[in-house]
């Protein structure tokens, strides 16, 4: 199985690793992540003025360039996944923003919604499925008990995003299952980590931070998994409370014996 | 040919607004057969109805067209209207430009010409149409109420009080419903079983009243005053005749470990149980998944210490079938369980609890003897957090649509409550409106806020996790644009209500409506709240909608009124308008009677004249008292034997011929 593979721009710079032991594992299961040409960056978070075309654009243009080729667009990063298929959702649902759209794209490249966008635990869970996945791991990680943490963007607007049960996901879980670990629930597994407010009032950041690190400690947690640098980083940067925060990539990687294969 | 007369209604401005009433009389004057056409603003009006009579004895009419509203609001006022007059009245056609047309267009253009088309298949329809007459059927008198809460208790009563037999079928081995679980009933605080055990002490010893505990309806057939209904009684284990409710084998049944339903799971019951004390009829059950004797043929401990020899472990399920006259469902409501609702903590934290499982750790007669004790720890709770709206008035798909109507006011009564009994307890209520419509409700309220302090933040909460024993709640406070956070002891939910699982199935029997929530559809929103759509079918309680006691009782007298004056009749008049078969078409093939929902087609073999030959044939024939006119059959027939009276195909197809001139 082949995708279109859309990166975005921190995957290539501060969070190479989630995006490099992404691919190995891919390949690792027989899936292959084309990345797509000239992407663009996604504009880091969905603008929520309805009337902002231009920052949807860049997202356009990837799914545009999928579409030609015949393939689903593959994601990674929790913020580029809420950015493009919601735009991809606007422009399935929404006339007017279609029309808006199509008409800044210019004739070669119109695009009216055919792309399927996938994220990453998607295809794990969708297309290898977590049974094949757990066949596939060579270095199951025993006795570690891993935090899912999913934030935000990767499950929210439920009914856009259709990954999972918003209040109560399961597939970031089912993966830790899958490789041989035990998942803790924890309380404030899908609530927000303050995102950009680090930039803007770092106390609202390190307040959201403390208490998503401390809840998952609570429960026991020897680590935290997550798709998303933002969440990543403040996590790591603001909350007081120390606990590793891994890319969930990485602990694949691991299991499926190829994190040190260069 | 037939002499016709056409009256346009304006209906106010409801027909007219959108409609040139002028002009589709005008029009339709023309129309083949119509020698008199006039509009008026309330056709239905006693001067209305007055000029319809005048125009059929002025214009010598034998056919009349109304153009007005659904002919299932005011079709039988107008057949009234022309029988009045001397006009049989299946000669009446209703042309239906309200619903059908002004209340569904804009422009007036349009909607006028829609108007004067759907006038004129009217008329194409009474050039076709012949007298009928209605035959008569007899009224069984006996009613049966499906569900024994406190709706279906009540109209039993009052149809007992009228003289009438009455029987209630009810599915758990006692009645009362709900309302036995509860502790105080709002707005004067007297406690729900101090006014419920009578009725149902009542409900039991009443002569004309018969009660049919851990009972279900099997089937129903018939039609209006002539239902048979087949009712299944689950086998008890315990014979009921019997057993005199001593409660001896409930105490020394060993297998002790099953939930106790009727204090929502917080304590357990034995195998063998009596659901609480005053239980109607007081007799035992036993539970054949619970009892050690019945899974494993060792124990029998019930059998052996039953004085009356009434444990009876062979039982088999029963089939009974009688008549009844009118049906009447009280099917009732249950909460629901907020597993959906994970950021509550519903599935994760004990203490976290809805408001029924409230109301028990509430009561006297509770798990705890009526002493509030946070189920995780059994101690008392200092800070209590009661959430609104949990599932109801949503748009998300684990939400309900509706407001649920009872929760607002049954919060400030646990408000009030816990205030009364333990003033210290801090309570705090997050709602999104406070609806308290009803009297002397909002004074109630009032006083919880006013005389008993009891915080209400306008917003709602968006988790609840607990850390280290203390339920942490996060929520917001609309009026004061900030997010809060508070520690609580307990969280109670007031999750949605919605109609019993048992109603879907129900309503297929009984051919009766429902709406997209499940809950019975009356025959008028305002005018017929307490009858269904179909005929003979009444509704009680919150089978059609959210209600709190006072408005079920009110509904369930209401209710019985309607039962009495069915039973109060000798006979029905039968709806003319059934299906008949063409013997000379029918070939006997059964295809009609297969689809026939109400049983009303036999077969008999019939000496036959066609085309000169004397043959011997099967026939279908109608049982005219059975059908209901659905005209199931009349498509459904290859040979095109079966017809419809009053909607004859060729009536149809002149319909649609006018339509489509």
């Known amino acids: 199985m082949k995708y279109s593979y859309y990166p975005g721009c921190t995957l290539k710079t501060k969070a190479k690793e989630l995006n490099n032991y992404a691919i190995r594992s891919a390949a690792a299961l027989g899936i292959e992540m084309e990345e797509v040409e000239n992407w663009q960056c996604c504009g880091g978070v969905y603008t929520a003025s309805t009337d902002e075309i231009a920052t949807k654009l860049s997202s356009v243009r990837a799914l545009a360039q999928a579409r030609d080729k015949g393939q ?119 609530e927000c980590c303050g995102g950009y407010q680090t930039l803007n009032d770092k106390s609202i950041a390190q307040s959201r931070s403390e208490k998503v690190v401390s809840s998952a400690v609570k429960q026991g947690a020897d680590c935290i998994i997550t798709a998303c640098p933002l969440c990543r980083y403040n996590l790591e940067a603001n909350a007081v409370t120390e606990l590793p925060v891994i890319y969930f990539t990485e602990l694949l990687a691991q299991a499926l014996g190829v994190k040190e294969v260069q | 040919m037939q002499r016709i007369g056409v009256f346009v209604c304006w209906c106010g401005t409801n027909i007219a607004a959108t409609v040139d009433v002028a002009k589709v009389a005008e029009t339709l004057k023309s129309e083949p057969g119509v020698v008199f056409a006039t509009d008026y603003q309330y056709m239905c009006s006693a001067s209305g109805q ?120 009810e599915k758990q081995p006692t009645i009362g419903g709900k309302m036995a679980q509860l502790d105080k009933t709002f707005p004067t605080l007297d406690c729900a079983a101090c006014i419920l055990t009578p009725k149902m002490v009542d409900a039991g010893s009443n002569d004309k009243v018969n009660l049919y505990t851990y009972c279900e309806v099997d089937k129903v057939e018939g039609f209006v005053g002539n239902f048979k209904v087949t009712i299944k009684q689950k086998p008890r284990y315990v014979d009921a005749t019997k057993c005199t409710g001593c409660g001896e084998c409930t105490t020394k049944c060993p297998s002790r470990k099953n939930p106790n339903e009727f204090n929502m799971g917080f304590d357990n019951r034995g195998a063998v149980y009596i659901p609480f004390a005053q239980a109607v009829p007081k007799v035992a059950t036993i539970d054949p998944d619970d009892c050690i004797y019945m899974k494993t043929g060792k124990c029998g401990l019930c059998a052996k210490v039953c004085t009356a020899g009434a444990i009876n472990y062979e039982q088999k399920e029963e089939f009974i079938t009688k008549e009844y006259g009118a049906i009447v469902v009280a099917t009732g409501y249950n909460q629901i369980k907020p597993t959906e609702f994970e950021e509550y903590g519903y599935n994760n934290y004990k203490d976290v609890v809805t408001s029924l499982e409230f109301e028990r750790l509430m009561n006297a007669a509770g798990p705890t003897g009526g002493h509030l004790l946070r189920p995780s720890n059994g101690k008392e709770p200092k800070k209590i957090v009661f959430v609104q709206c949990v599932g109801s008035r949503g748009q998300s798909c684990r939400d309900k649509s509706y407001c649920s109507k009872i929760c607002c006011m049954y919060t400030a009564k646990h408000a009030m409550l816990v205030k009364d009994h333990y003033p210290d307890v801090d309570v705090t209520v997050f709602y999104i409106d406070v609806r308290t419509p009803g009297k002397n409700f909002d004074e109630f309220y009032r006083r919880a806020v006013e005389e008993f302090g009891v915080h209400y933040i306008k917003g709602m909460v968006g988790k609840v996790e607990e850390e280290d024993g203390v339920l942490k709640v996060q929520a917001s406070d609309l009026l004061a644009n900030a997010q809060i956070h508070m520690d609580a002891d307990m969280v109670v939910l007031a999750a949605a209500i919605e109609p019993d699982k048992s109603a879907r199935p129900l309503a297929t029997m009984l051919t009766a409506s429902m709406d997209t929530n499940d809950f019975f559809t009356e025959a008028h929103a305002k005018l017929r709240p307490v009858e269904s759509p179909t005929a003979g079918i009444f509704l009680s309680g919150t089978c059609q909608g959210p209600k709190d006691i006072p408005e079920t009782v009110s509904q369930a007298s209401a209710c019985a009124a309607k039962v009495i004056g069915l039973l109060a009749k000798d006979h029905l008049l039968c709806n003319p308008c059934v299906a008949h078969s063409n013997e000379t078409l029918c070939n006997g093939c059964s295809t009609c009677a297969n689809v026939c929902p109400y049983g009303a087609i036999t ?27 659905c005209g199931a059959c009349t498509v459904t027939c290859p040979s095109g034997a079966m017809d419809l009276k009053g909607f004859a195909n060729r009536q149809i197809m002149a319909e649609v011929d006018a339509i489509c001139r």
């Open chain 1, 72 to 190: 689903d667009l593959l994601t990674l990063c929790s913020a580029c996944h809420n950015v493009i298929k919601r735009t991809n959702n606007e422009i399935l649902n929404n006339e007017d923003f279609s029309m808006k759209v199509n008409n800044y794209m210019g004739s070669d490249m119109q695009y009216h919604g055919e792309t399927k966008v996938v994220h990453y635990l998607e295809m794990l869970r969708d297309v290898v499925g977590f049974d094949t996945l757990k066949s596939k791991v060579v270095n199951p990680l025993k006795n570690k008990k891993i935090a899912a943490y999913y934030g935000c963007l990767l499950l929210r607007p439920g009914e856009v995003m259709a990954m999972d049960d918003p209040e109560n996901p399961q597939i970031m879980e089912d993966f830790i299952k899958a490789i041989g670990a035990t998942p803790v629930i924890f309380a404030q597994r899908n």
């Open chain 2, 50 to 169: 007055e000029i319809i009579k005048n125009a059929i004895k002025e214009h010598n009419l034998t056919g009349v067209v109304i153009c007005s509203c659904s002919p299932r609001m005011h079709e039988a006022t107008f057949r009234k209207t022309v029988q009045a007059a001397g006009i049989n009245p299946y000669m009446l056609e209703i042309a239906n430009i309200r619903e059908q047309c002004s209340w569904i267009h804009k422009d007036k253009e349009e909607a006028t010409e829609k108007a004067i088309i759907l006038g004129r298949a009217a008329i194409a329809k009474v050039h076709l149409n012949a007298p009928l007459t209605s035959m008569e059927s007899p009224v069984v008198k006996r009613a049966l109420v499906i569900g024994g809460g406190i709706a279906g208790i009540q109209t039993a009563l009052d149809i007992a009080d009228a003289g009438f037999e009455v029987d209630i079928v």
């Open chain 2, 603 to 629: 077969y008999e073999d019939r000496l036959v004249m066609d085309k000169g030959v004397r043959e011997t044939r099967r026939i279908a024939v109608v049982n005219e008292a059975v059908c209901q006119g």
